[in-house]
């Protein structure tokens, strides 16, 4: 939350050093740029990476084929032997690297969302992206059961995230297009992903009644999210997403933090609010959409990892590259329980729950103990 | 004519607006009741449907009317006021449109807990886990609240409230997939159960809920005014003599009542709970002692309508009422959103 710039030369708030001071924290100036520190954001991003990196590390190391460290490093690095770089390089790092970007998409997506949104219940199930992505995944598998079973992988390798991210961005479409009324307005976007939403969701809880009981239960394990069996082909798409639209993202850091303060005053700071939003918007749409494309609508990460990110920085708002960094070792951390811990291999978007909920609902009683009430 | 009386003035007409509104919802529940009994694979026309309410003689008509359609009607109207109701004090105690009535982990515990009993005791009738899905929904819910209330003093604020609502339900829905997961017999039941419906239902279910539905309902209209007071900021409410603490537990022990009665018996269709009061609120306004009201007749008349609506499109076949409601509500919802100013929480 940086004081927009005219303040700064206002001669009333020149005269006294502490009049542009932001709780208490002074910015850092160099030449023209003006910049603010935030020690605990910073802290908190560097402990996540480092938790990120350990997690990725035992997840390389875990599994039925047990690795040490020198093993594993010497793999990435293109060294050990044929065996381990197989299991390394073709079956575990694509795994962990599907995980911790589709995490980190989804808690950009869900942070941008939640701050236009200005709702922390709002994530990009609300811009009608995983709904619509499910509704035809489960439409394909419903329909083309047999088809599917009958052809293998391939198919379903390539049909099951095409048909994922057309269902996703169509809903966004939809959505967008049905709140957009002489501008967009927070409130209605929220009623009118709502309304949409609720059609995707029970036409695809009926087409689940319609299909035979195997069909529906391997549509319910993709709905769940799964990381099972993720390759470079689901890596690279995601990694490219991520790349292209987390800068544009960061960009609008800034515009973001105004949106909060009502749309008044962020046309009276001369922003373009519509513009602006409608960017961010698809910004959100596209990262949640390459995500759920790559892994399935994985539950509540978009939700929690926000939440999160804002409680342990202590801001105000959802912060994206915390946010990003939440939802990454979330996914990661949960897609290392899913495959080491149960008996059966669970679909990651459950264990997410299983993981996030208890740490939200922590962080929840104590912020509110710190605080008294909030 | 003195100041006061043209002050009063359109207070009256306010009045009679109010009252004329609530006579049509009725008027409307009434209709769908009507047409609940009367529409279906086999009409029966509404000579024969008077005859088999007042002087059954046996026949094929009076029993399709009495053992299928009477039950069926009964439970819509009761679960549809209950969600009604249920979704408009969700959205005035969480401020908050997006809240639906099992946000606080009422929907996820019923589900959780009837899952489990299939799965554990082998249970194979809907009227078994009714009582297991009641019980869900209020330890759910009374977890919620705990939760809520740790660590703090006073009532837990609508924020965290639905936050830890929203947590909850997460992790209960991510326990209920691994069990449907694992189990098919368990998926079978659950892919039903989350499709919504109120048909083939017994007649005992109806009467199995009433009361719960009756005690959350005088709860729900208790909390009515606390409810106006809180929508002014919890410093005026105080202000202005009311326990907010109370307010709020009353609220919520109503909406799980209400809730989790509708959730056992009828399925997730918790839906209605959420766009019935942005009806509402379009035409009642912010008052909740109307709006409540408003609410609870606008669902008891959606509900069997939806049913209705069901068993005429996939004649001779029938679509699930939860399903009928999405597809023909939501449509109707999204323009309603685009074309009015409602008014906001």
New interface residues.
Partial sequence: MSAPPGTVTAPAAATTAGAVRLAHRRPLRIGRVSLLLRPRGLAVTVTGLALLLLLTALHLRLGDIPMSLSEVVAAVLGGGTGGARLVIMELRLPRALTGALVGAALGVSGAITQAIAR????GPD?LGVTSGASLAVVAATVAGGAAYGGAGGVLAAIGIPAAALAGGLAGALLVYG??W?RGLDG??L???G???V??F???K??L??VGD?ND??RA??WI?GSLNARGMEHVVPTALALAMVLPATLLGTRTLAVLRLGDDTVRGLGVRIDLARGSLLLCAVLLASAATAAAGPI??VA??AP?IALRLAGVAQPPLVVSAVAGAVLVTGADLAARTLTP?E??V??????L???Y??YL???T??A???? | MTAAAIERRPLRHLRARRLTILSALAVAVMVAVVLSLMVGARPVPPADVWQALWSPSGSEPDLIVRDLRVPRTALGVLAGLALGVAGALMQGHTR????DPGLLGVTQGAAFAMVLSIVVLRLSSVYGYIWFGLAGALIASAAVFA??L?????A??P??L???G???S??L???T??V???D?QA??MF??W???SIAGRDSAVAGQVLPFVAVGLALALANAPGLNALALGEDVARALGRNIALTRFLGIAAITLLTGAAVAACG?LA?IG??VP?LARALAGPDHRWLLPYSGLAGAALLPAADVAGRVVAHPGE??A??V???L???F??AL??RTRSP?L
């Fill in positions: 709702n922390p219940l709002a609300i049905l709140a009324r409130y209605r929220v009623l009118v709502v309304g949409v609720a059609v969701t029970n036409l809880y009926w689940l009644t009981v529906a239960t319910m394990v769940s539950a509540f939700l929690a939440q059966v669970l679909p978007g459950i264990v997410t729950a299983v996030g909920a208890p939200l609902i929840l009683v104590r509110r103990r605080r008294g009430a909030i | 908050n449109p997006l809240a939760l809520g740790a660590g703090g003093r006073g837990p604020t924020v965290t639905a936050l830890a929203t947590a909850v997460a992790f829905y991510a326990l997939s691994t449907v997961l694992l098919q998926m079978d892919r039903f989350q499709a919504g997730s839906f959420l766009i942005h679509l699930e939860g399903v409601l999405a597809l509500g939501a449509p919802f999204v959103v685009r906001r």
